[in-house]
């Protein structure tokens, strides 16, 4: 399939009384793996991935927007990553999926392995697109960290006291919304792999202008995060096969912390293939990135319940 593939339209679910939103591509009875979307993205980040790879395996795609993402309700209090779990697993729970594969990019990579870590009976594989792990805070810096967190509630509130508000920026049209993503983005963009994720995130407001349905909140500093020590125990913690599939220009590559985090996980294969931090995303990449999926899931039969395999293996009829 070429950079030019044009993928078929996903379904659209409501999910938990209409809490949660999910695109899905394949059959419903098909094998299910899960997709956890990035920081700040939403479920159409695997709009280019997710029908080759229903098309290579057989299997079913569901992506859903995390809280505060795409077209999910905002949640009340914060976006603590563990909280995130919470979100895959009433997802998991409401489409009756006791052990899902999870395919995972950057933030959502990290959220699938706090839960493989903690819930191993929850999860058959982990398949991670340009993100491992997440991001620390040392134990000596936390005080700093929490100010930083409290900090930015409390002037939130003193805005919303003078009605100055929190919501997020608005833009004369979807176009405009793009070239701001391509050049504000945490990671480099460009604006053919980001428009997916834009149109999803945009609701027409006053006036013909578009306005981002993300919740401004998000971009508020983490009061607490794992320190190194811990992020390293729940990558040790990692029971089921693991694929990870990185970007040449991406985020973690040779960088002293890439290296140590991948040297904690017991069942890793690395792929490194040419693209961005999105390159599952990106039309000339995204063909590459579910070949090397299909070829790691074929010799893993990861297309297969696991634990299904291994009792045939060990002669269950």
Known sequence: MSASYAPPAP???SLCDGRLA????????????????????????????????????????????????????????????????HDLLDVADALELARPTLLAHSMGAGVAGLAAAALPERVERLVLIDGLGAVTTEAEEAPVQLRKGLLA??????????ASGTRAPSYPDSEAAVAARVAGGATPIDAETARPL????????????????????????????????????????LECPVLLVEGTTG??????????????????????????????????????????????????????????????REGGS
Do not use: K
């Open 251 to 312: 985020i973690l590559g040779d960088r002293p912390r890439a290296r140590r985090v991948r040297g904690e996980v017991a069942h890793l294969t690395r792929r490194v293939l040419p693209g961005g931090h999105h390159l599952h995303l990106e039309p000339a990449a995204a063909g590459e990135v579910a070949r090397a999926i299909a070829d790691w899931s074929v010799l893993e039969g990861a297309h297969e319940p696991l634990h299904d395999r291994r009792h045939e």
């Open 153 to 162: 509630v409390r002037r939130a509130r003193t805005r919303a006291a003078s």
């Open 11 to 13: 379904r659209s679910l």
């Open 22 to 85: 999910a695109l899905s591509w394949g059959e419903p009875g098909a094998p299910t793996w899960l997709a956890l979307h990035g920081w700040l993205d939403n479920a159409a980040s695997f709009s280019r991935l997710a029908p080759r790879l229903v098309e290579r395996l057989g299997i079913r795609v569901v992506a859903l927007d995390f809280a505060g993402h795409g077209l999910s309700a905002h949640r009340e209090g914060g976006y603590a990553l563990w909280d995130y779990v």
């Open 198 to 237: 834009m149109r999803r995130n945009l609701e027409d407001v006053s006036g013909g202008r578009v306005r981002l349905r993300t919740d401004a909140r998000l971009l508020r500093p983490s009061p607490v995060r794992l320190c190194p020590e811990q992020l390293d125990a729940m990558l040790r913690a």
